[in-house]
DNA sequence: CATATGTTTCTTATGTATAAAAAACGGGGG
DNA sequence: CCCCCGTTTTTTATACATAAGAAACATATG
């Protein structure tokens, strides 16, 4: 009844790992392949035992060759190698954001599992898990109700981001020289001007880059509810994005100059500075969402 | 196989409303008991049939009239009026607390399903919306981890509330007088005063007090992951205090004049005032958290 | 016609089943 | 001993089943 998706990812990656070696090399042991699949050997296993029968390696007494090298279309097609839970978080996604679902929208269980073709448990899971980003509400005994994407989520949302993240920005200013951090924040700001010389043909690349800079700036002192709010900000941002690409380009492209400033104010270890930085940042993004919703 | 912990729970209010009419008199209609009862009709029904199968009411054409006064005996035991998943959690909490969980442990399903006597089904769910309380993590196609109920949890959950708390707190200096808080803080203040007063006999009212009390201050402005995150202190305060009985009088006697003290300071209006009087019950409360911890 | 009760249908809460994946066990060779 | 592989056991992810509860529909009664 488990859906064998771990499977399928990993027999793509170990493709990938194939093609990474000559014909006629030997494959690591099944241990080290564990290892850099991240899965457990059992499914090593599998994957070899399919590798083996579709004749891309021969498995001999105690070591395995490969013999030939796998083709692309031998990949399993990426819908296969997710969870049933992840497709459910897609679907889930769309039918909120394609409009299907107004502020008090009742949240019938049955429905969407039938909808979306999957048990209602997985349903119930995802609906449970669902509920830390603040969009949906438990009634007891009668199902769930959708509060809406609303402007007030938007305003809530960001009233916290705020604090978070001033909170962490400010802690720039008092971090030793020696710091780890400032390499990694070098480095971010490397990406950014890449980015930012492509612009044109790769402004879709700036969600993720975005998610994690946001994160960077607020390890700097660990805190797991302010990394789990993280978690609410970026997927805000990934799909409600993904529904409004009006102004995307242009959009994206103020932001990595906000970004940019920020960096070179953390950098000046001048809280003022910062502070100016960061909320500037803040309430342009504050803008822009609010501006979407509308 | 669902549990009928809904209707049992029903019938016990029943008795108590049923108590408060005289022999021979007539019910209200089977909404207006709907309404009353917070259960639907169907219910509302089932648990009409159990009262005239017990004789404690007649059904005659349209109308039921009571025909004597049910006894106390006939309520049902607390425990099965809780749902199973409500009984999952305090079975859980006390595993957790009890102290057989240690940083690092981890937690199979499976075992505590065995353990709790449910279905693996409802273990999972709880996990899933206990994922929030920062607890518990998740892996990959591999259970939980415990993390562990440590100093470092305390700690940042102090932080989170201290910019929750201040941030509301702070808003009352700008409240016009004519604001229904106003009101609210009075009758909170009658209530820390009469559970001052009784001290030494009433000290274990005093969670439940708490926790209204910096609800009604976060609900100034309304925002619903300040709110989700009440859930959060109020789930660390009632387990865990129900483990570390230590010195429970004397803390919660000093918490209340804390607290009076900072309802003194929200109506000064002062800024200055209420920041000290907030922060001074917080970095108290986290002492004592701390203390207890160790 | 409005409101109350009787009846039917749909949904949720909880249990059970099972394939896939992980983990544990065990023997053999360097 | 330690790593490697073959095998067995345990656990998780997902589907499905069903009684309890909610909601919708229908009928009756004032």
Redesign the pocket.
């Known amino acids: 009844?488990?859906?064998?998706?771990?499977?399928?990812?990993?027999f793509n990656d170990m493709i990938d790992i194939i093609r990474t070696l000559d014909l006629g090399a030997e494959?690591?042991?099944?241990?080290?392949?564990r290892t850099q699949l991240?899965?457990?050997?059992?499914?090593?296993?599998?994957v070899?035992a399919g590798m083996s029968a579709r004749g891309i390696i021969i498995?001999e007494?105690?070591?395995?060759i490969i013999r030939e090298q796998p083709r692309q279309k031998e990949r399993y097609p990426k819908k296969e190698t997710l969870?049933?839970?992840?497709?459910v978080e897609t679907s889930f996604m769309e039918w909120m954001l394609r409009g299907d679902a107004c502020p008090g929208t009742?949240?019938?269980?049955?429905?969407?599992?039938?909808k979306f073709?999957?048990?209602?448990?997985?349903v119930?899971?995802f609906l449970n898990r669902f509920q830390k980003y603040g969009l949906i509400e438990?009634?007891?005994?009668?199902?769930?109700v959708f509060k809406g994407f609303t402007a007030s989520f938007a305003l809530e949302l960001f009233e916290i981001r705020e604090m978070f993240e001033m909170r962490s920005a400010r802690l720039f200013a008092a971090l030793p020289d020696g710091s780890p951090v400032w390499k990694q924040i070098q480095s971010m700001r490397a990406a950014h001007l890449e980015l930012l010389a492509d612009i044109d043909a790769r402004f879709q690349d700036f969600s993720e880059l975005d998610s994690r800079f946001h994160r960077l700036i607020t390890a700097v002192a660990p805190n797991r509810f302010i990394e789990s709010f993280q978690d609410v900000i970026t997927m805000v941002f990934h799909y409600h994005y993904q529904w409004n690409k009006r102004d995307e380009r242009a959009r994206n492209e103020v932001a990595i100059r906000e970004h940019l400033a920020l960096i070179e104010a953390l950098e000046s270890r001048n809280i003022a500075l910062i502070d100016r930085a960061c909320r500037l940042h803040l309430t342009s993004a504050r803008e822009t969402l609010l501006h979407s919703i509308a």
């Open positions: 009844m488990r859906t064998d998706t771990t499977f399928k990812r990993a494959l690591p042991s099944e241990n080290a392949l991240g899965v457990s050997r059992t499914t090593v296993r599998k070899l498995s007494a105690h070591k395995r969870a049933i839970s992840e497709q009742e949240i019938n269980e049955t429905e969407l599992a039938r073709g999957v048990a209602t448990t997985i119930r899971e438990k009634r007891q005994n009668a199902g769930w």
